[in-house]
């Protein structure tokens, strides 16, 4: 399942979310929903719901609301429904973003974990930000993480 947390993006145009869904299928992998919600953490919360609920749904991918601005809600509606956290995804997507940006990459709240036996990431929204945590850490990780969460 694939979540684009913003305030202000419409299906048409949100790239970062198209970008997710694109990567993925190019991987071989099934989309099976996509879905744009406000910031709020109750909408975030209730679409990760139905994901875990969902047989078809073994990994979550959500871009948007990592950072620190007031409506940045992401990150808390995430980490309250988080079982396991992987720590490292956020170290390692914020220093990779740091080599490329440099110190603004401490205002990412990228994170990610596992809820209900379910592997999920949560990215910032831009599309470079997505790119980059797709094809240097989901995408090369995403089979290993559902074949260990499924033994």
């Known amino acids: 399942m694939v979540i684009t947390c913003s305030d202000t993006r419409t299906p048409e145009t949100d790239t970062s979310g198209q970008l997710i869904q694109q990567l993925l299928k190019d991987k071989g992998h099934h989309i099976a929903a996509y879905h744009l ?3 709020e953490p109750a909408e975030i919360k209730a679409r990760i719901a139905e994901a875990i ?8 991918v959500i871009n948007g609301g990592t950072g620190i601005s007031r409506r940045d809600s ?6 309250a429904m988080l079982e396991k ?3 490292g995804f956020g170290e390692v997507f914020r220093y990779l973003t740091y080599q490329d940006i440099g110190s603004p990459a401490i ?3 990228a994170t990610a ?16 930000a997505v790119r980059l945590a797709m094809e240097k ?9 559902v074949k260990e969460l499924t033994k």
């Not at 992401?74 to 980490?79: I, L, N, Q, R, Y």
Request: glycine share 8%; aromatic share 4%.
């Open 37 to 39: 919600v406000k910031d």
């Open 53 to 60: 609920t969902n047989e078809s749904v073994q990994a979550i």
């Open 74 to 79: 992401t990150f808390e509606a995430v980490d």
């Open 85 to 87: 956290r992987l720590d």
């Open 107 to 109: 205002m990412s709240r």
């Open 113 to 128: 974990g596992i809820i209900k036996g379910r592997i999920l990431f949560s990215t910032p929204g831009s599309e470079n």
């Open 137 to 145: 850490l989901i995408l090369p990780e995403l089979g290993h993480l």
